[in-house]
């Protein structure tokens, strides 16, 4: 996501695809965090496009929105990090340009459930993707892949809500990076097939240490901002649980019925 705040910086940050089977079919949905589409000026997804199929690597596409903030529907919970907007909209404006976008969904079935972590150990890899500071491959159009482990476990709510935290390094421009547990199945033969991948949340704040023996949690700012400048980051990361985000979906899909 390229956005321009409200007082004409310019801020960066992740968004992700999520598809979730409903009672009125099968919905892909731009999941995000809250904090990055609010305040916002203007803004607009980057995409790569499609050419057969497959990903057409260096072709980019931005499909920029109008009244941006307006586009997003929020977490009922104003305390819960999160914005959705569906994306068959965004992809008929794209092809209405003869623009065909290229996107891999997450399936909302890989959301565990309490059976699936209940099994999870305390500590488990974990794998996030996104846009570190800015980062990204700007030729390819990849972003950047970075590993960690869970800090707290995942069968808990970290400070009573639906929470926990990684041991990894997030920076700027990492907001809405979707985080995956991935575990290796011992009964099966090394390789793709025995390792399931979890859908486990969505990054949204950082600590930071501002003062000695002061540990103070913000959100992921969208740009380097000049209020982190001499705070320091110890690469931990809160992560809302992707429950909140079925949540989040299951509350729009039931005021698109009602409507």
Known sequence: MDTELEDGSAGSGTAFILSHAHAMGNTPFIVTNRHLVEGVRRGGLVFTQTSEGRPAFGQRFQLNIDDFPAAWFLHPDPAVDLAIVPLRPLERAAR?????????????????????????????DVLFV???????????????????TTATPLELDFEGRKQFLIDAAVYPGSSGSPVFVMRDDPLR???DAARTIWF???????????????????PVPAQNDNRFIGSEMIDLGLVIKSESVREL???????????
């Open 130 to 148: 996104g846009y570190p500071s800015g980062v990204w491959d700007q030729i390819n159009l990849m972003p950047i892949l970075r590993r960690g």
């Open 249 to 259: 979906i299951d509350a729009y899909v039931r005021k698109w019925l009602s409507d």
């Open 200 to 218: 486990a949340g969505v990054v949204a704040e950082v600590f930071f240490r501002e003062e000695a023996n002061q540990l103070v949690p913000g």
């Open 189 to 191: 033969p090394r390789g």
């Open 96 to 124: 209405d340009l003869g623009v065909q976008l290229y996107y891999h969904a997450i399936d909302s079935q890989r959301i565990p459930d309490a059976a699936a972590v209940r099994g999870f150990d305390a500590l488990e």
